[in-house]
């Protein structure tokens, strides 16, 4: 099985890297295109045996395609490479504001749209899965199964595509912004080294993780359990429910906001303005 990957930035090579790190695929399964040749390159001197070509040769040789580039780049890649897929071939957006419909209406091939993460760089996190039409039962598991070497691969709907990224693709910056915030007020306070905060975060982001999704708690039971009623934690969540009020609503908004803008703008790109689409999920 051939994969391909036109865009090669840093979700694409992303991509690559925890694909061939994990095993999922060999470097001779691999095909590779990018307007920079000094990046195809440096892939090719990275993973010794992957293949690179331009767009169409990408798209002709691979029985999944990866299209990891800009959104508004999306109407004149797919313009270029159309005439060299075919119906039994697959082709993934890793963009979230491009639909399906964008891409069934322009590509003769099976659509899929997955959302990754930074995440899988370490082999973690959770890859969001939403089908087109044309994929069978085969298809579907074939995109599962490569996905699960490098995460936790979960079919959503697409409507759900912008609030579930929020917290799969865009969580790692949100929930390590606050942790970079906290860091700096402890050492500021109390003059202890950066480095061992950032240790003590990150296992404690870990163990957090597992008890969320292995351990049965719901965040709330979490709060709970550790907040014994008049203690430290308590008093502390006590200010940050009041701190923070508002804040989460204000998140939603400013990421759907973007994310409906530049679904308009693939809808002129694409002559897609008169298709009724679903209300997207606030």
């Known amino acids: 099985m051939k994969v391909g990957f036109i865009g090669t930035g840093s979700m694409g090579s992303l991509l690559i890297d925890a694909f061939l790190s994990s095993g999922a ?19 090719q001197e990275r993973h010794p045996g992957l293949s690179i070509g331009s767009n169409r040769e ?3 040789g691979s029985d999944i395609l990866f299209i990891c580039v ?8 797919t313009e270029e490479i159309s005439g060299s897929l075919h119906s039994e071939q697959i082709v993934v957006s890793i963009t979230s504001p491009v639909m399906l419909y964008h891409l ?6 099976k659509i899929a ?11 973690s996190g ?7 039409s044309r994929l069978n039962k085969k298809d579907r598991l074939l995109l599962l199964h490569l996905l699960s070497f490098i995460g936790v691969p979960l079919e959503i709907q697409e409507t759900h595509t912008r609030i579930a990224s929020d917290f799969s693709s865009c969580g790692p910056a949100f929930i390590s912004y606050f942790i970079e915030r906290w860091i700096e007020a402890a050492v500021e306070a109390t003059g202890i080294e950066e480095a061992l905060l950032t240790r003590l975060a990150g296992e404690m982001l870990l163990g957090t993780g597992k008890l969320l999704t292995e351990g049965g708690f719901t ?22 429910r009041t701190s923070l009020d508002g804040v989460f609503e204000r998140l939603i908004t400013t990421t759907h906001e ?25």
């Open 25 to 43: 695929l060999e470097p001779c399964d691999v095909l590779a295109g990018n307007r920079s040749q000094a990046k195809l390159l440096q892939l």
């Open 104 to 109: 069934e209406s322009a590509l003769p091939s």
């Open 219 to 240: 965040p709330q039971e979490l709060q709970e359990r550790v907040a014994v009623r008049g203690g430290i934690t308590a008093e502390a969540l006590n200010h940050l």
């Open 70 to 77: 800009k959104p508004l780049e999306f109407k004149t890649l």
């Open 113 to 123: 749209k997955v959302i990754p993460s930074i995440t899988h760089s370490v082999k």
């Open 58 to 60: 990408i798209a002709a």
């Open 258 to 282: 973007k994310y409906d803008e530049d679904v308009e703008k693939l809808d002129i790109l694409f002559g897609a303005g008169g298709i009724i689409q679903a209300p997207l999920d606030r």
């Open 126 to 132: 959770t890859s969001l899965c939403i089908f087109g």
